[in-house]
């Protein structure tokens, strides 16, 4: 049995999804199952084969990390150390989700798995801490770091770009970090077929969409086929660029995170969806949540 913790969160959500339409055998826990606390992690597996672990849990609010460090660093890095723990122990593997933001974005060309991590907030620094936690705790482990993530089932940019345009005649978007836009249903898809194909060698795995655009360039995209399918009414709403000076927050962010995706390309033998056509597949689906554009 596959053990899923976080399957309430954005990603969790839609790999639940994704292991029930696919007939796997799992069970979901979240909040529920502390991840910080190694003895309900240890209660939870009694009289349990389970045979994988999927971690989407996470801290995520990245500029609240940074006054709220101790906090974030029990969930990004103590409980990934924890699951990795109790994985070793009782012969589960792990895969474990990670984020562009290990890297400080200096970088000008996609960056590898191999490359050196610098982490430039509490964020990244504490997803490369759990990472490494993971590591050193777990032979049997998949690290896979994504980036700019959304799905149906949490708050997200797509989401709150949408409500924006319909609310106001214009909004400013940062237009100076690249990067790729990830939809969940593409890495819940990524991460099952690790599962199913079996013979995945461990190890770390980079995996967004196909592209390499700013925020900027998402939001247009964005506006252009969310008026196209009525999900944006107001399509006089102007769509400013601006840069990161101009738009302060407590989290510095990566200039440039966009991941080489040759790896799990090859790995897997598959095609990774261009972005473009993955946010089409999102707007267009009855999984769409209306009621977070409201
Ligand atoms: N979102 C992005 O843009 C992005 C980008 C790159 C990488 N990632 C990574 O992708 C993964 C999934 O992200 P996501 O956006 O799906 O996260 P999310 O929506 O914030 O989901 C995380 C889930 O973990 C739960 N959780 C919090 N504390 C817990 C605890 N102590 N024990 C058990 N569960 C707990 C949360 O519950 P509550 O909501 O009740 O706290 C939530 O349901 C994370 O590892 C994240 O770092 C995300």
């Not at 597996?45 to 709220?68: F, L, M, P, R």
């Not at 989700?97 to 050196?116: A, L, N, Q, W």
Request: glycine share 6%.
């Amino acid at each position: 049995m596959i053990w899923l913790i976080g399957c309430k969160g954005m990603l969790g959500t839609e790999v639940a999804r994704q292991l029930t339409i696919n007939k796997i055998d799992f069970a979901g826990t979240d909040i529920d199952v502390d991840i910080t606390n190694p003895q309900a992690l240890a209660d939870f597996v009694k009289g349990k084969q389970i045979t994988y672990i999927i971690n989407c849990s996470a801290y995520t609010a990245v500029d609240k990390a940074e006054s709220d460090a101790d906090f974030a660093k029990k969930l990004n890095e103590d409980g990934p150390r924890n699951i990795a723990n109790l994985a070793n122990q009782i012969h589960a593997k792990m895969i474990h989700i990670s984020t562009d933001y290990v890297f400080d974005g200096t970088g000008k060309t996609p960056y590898t798995e191999e490359m050196s991590i610098a982490p430039i907030g509490v964020y990244g620094k504490t997803k490369a801490d759990g990472e490494a936690a993971v590591r050193q705790n777990l032979k049997e482990h998949y690290i896979i770091r994504t980036a700019w993530l959304y799905g149906w089932a949490g708050k997200n940019f797509v989401y709150t770009m949408i409500k924006a345009m319909n609310t106001y005649d214009s909004v400013k978007v940062v237009n100076d970090q690249k990067g790729s836009p990830t939809f969940a249903g593409d890495l819940a898809d990524f991460i099952i077929k690790i599962i199913k194909i079996e013979t995945v060698p461990y190890g770390t795995y980079h995996c967004t969409d196909i592209g390499e655009i700013t925020w900027w360039d998402f939001t247009n995209e964005i506006k252009k086929q969310g008026v196209e399918l009525g999900l944006i009414t107001n399509k006089d709403c102007v769509v400013n660029p601006c840069t990161t000076d101009e738009y302060p927050t407590p989290a510095r962010r990566p200039a440039y995170s966009v991941l080489s995706k040759d790896k799990i390309q090859k790995s897997l033998d598959i095609t990774i969806p261009f972005w473009k056509d993955s946010l089409s597949t999102f707007l267009k689906s009855d999984l769409f949540d209306m009621e977070r554009i409201k």
